[in-house]
Nanobody
Framework: QVQLVESGGGLVQAGGSLRLSCAAS????????MGWYRQAPGKQRELVAT???????NYADSVKGRFTISRGNARNTLYLQMDSLEPKDTAVYYC?????????WGKGTLVTVSS
């Protein structure tokens, strides 16, 4: 079974930074696409950023220039560097891996940004 475990969430003041990590039980290059999603209180889950096995990245307009998605050199870890955080970024952040037949999700890590 593939397992994804997020970490790095917490409480931070507006303007601060956090780095989220997603540890996978297998080589993340086994997946065509990996990404970060988030769900704010009372809102639907939304895409934050994705990265393909070839290294192509895509970002939601709301985080462009502030967030950076990347793969670790160890090939089993996905990162999300979040800078210039705003209260609107408060949400549970989820790691997702897209395989050929199904998707895998982590349980999420909470990010709270205070004003």
């Amino acid at each position: 079974q593939v397992q994804l475990v997020e970490s790095g969430g917490g409480l931070v003041q507006a303007g601060g930074s956090l780095r989220l990590s997603c540890a996978a039980s297998i080589n993340i290059f086994s997946f065509d696409t990996m990404g970060w999603y988030r769900q704010a209180p009372g809102k639907q889950r939304e895409l934050v950023a994705t990265i393909t096995s070839s290294g192509s990245t895509n970002y939601a307009d709301s985080v462009k220039g502030r967030f950076t998605i990347s793969r670790g050199n160890a090939r089993n870890t996905l990162y999300l560097q979040m800078d210039s955080l705003e209260p609107k970024d408060t949400a549970v952040y989820y790691c997702k891996a897209d395989g050929s037949l199904r998707a895998y999700w982590g349980k999420g890590t909470l990010v709270t940004v205070s004003s």
